[in-house]
DNA sequence: CGGAAGATTGAGCGTAGTCAAACCGAGTGG
DNA sequence: CCACTCGGTTTGACTACGCTCAATCTTCCG
């Protein structure tokens, strides 16, 4: 908890099978400005974005308890090369690691910021029921400024964006408590956020 | 010019190496807007991100004259078995790709309207010069709408963006054509924008 | 108890969005 | 040749959303 998987700039040796708990990736730019780029959690694969350069693109950090599977690069590669199948799972992989940064990108346009927030807890929501947990109640693991930060906006904007929700009587937020009121509701009122075509 | 590489949504069957041109990689979502996700452009790779779902991820639409290389998948990830060589440099380019997204992702964040075309022009920059174009002088492919969409900005911004970086002696902007006045200048003006740690 | 970090809320301000008008160049057709 | 349209661009005026600064409150931990 707290402790960091790898650091932005550091060899590149493993990237990580992620099995349990949530994690930050964040950038640090020269000008001391960071920015969060992601929260990986279970099922995600950690650091394939360092395999171009040979350096570790971001700065993985546990948000709480986590159990990760490293798995060292060089080797993999040449197990890859004699696994297909393997080797298209984690073509896969990537694959789906850009779509979604795609999609990500696609938020940061010209949505408001509650449109935004409800877009991220959609897709916690998601991710979380994909993996058997509640898709309607959950806690958060970060901070509002962690979510700033990654949405683009200031963590007083979040706050407030989070009063504004609850009192549309779309969800329910205690601290880090979240309780969507009616799913389908709030999915249909911003289903277009994240829906393509 | 104005074809369409591949569309959103068709079954996902070639990626495509980019030899000349430049293209716009767009998503749209069921609520009608449309959002640039990318630029590609000489040395780039297109379509790697309909891998994971089989689709064809984004639209992919040039905005000149251009050619490609298409590679069918099915046979590329025969071969990518029998070639551990060409399968770590598929590997590198999506890593490649992956950072870039998330470099991107960066430039939404917390940035003036300003400072983003700016590193939007400087980044345009450094991929003409790396292919032995001009890093000081070129024209653009893409509209004020289309950097706007890409940007995250309204078109009516980017235009009072440009005037204003040419108000201060920046650049000189006529139309499409951009002349950086001195790129060092400009450079050092705006380099914590993309520049990690 | 005191200090620190997180969260909420308010007040004032500024940047960028919206709406609108005008201009320009390229096509098109009378 | 000129009139017309259409898309792209620029600029202005007004507005609004979100940022900044600030105060307050809670929780957590030393």
Redesign the interface.
Known sequence: MGHDLCR??EPFEFIYAVRSGTFKSS?????G?Q?I??FPMCGDIIG??????GQC??TVTALDDAQVCAIAYAPL??L??RD?AL??R??????????R??????L???FSAQERLAAFLLDLSQRFSAHGYSAREFNLRMSRIEIA?FL?LSHETISRAFSALQREGLLHIDKRRVRITVLEHFARRF???????
Chains 1, 2 share one sequence.
């Open positions: 932005q700039g950038l640090s730019l020269s000008n400005h920015q780029c992601a394939m974005d360092g395999v171009a350069s693109a971001s590669v040449d890859l090369a297909p080797q298209r984690v073509n896969r992989q990537m694959g789906y690691e850009l779509a940064g795609r999609r990500l990108l696609l940061m346009g010209p930060s683009g289903e277009a956020l994240l829906r393509v075509d």
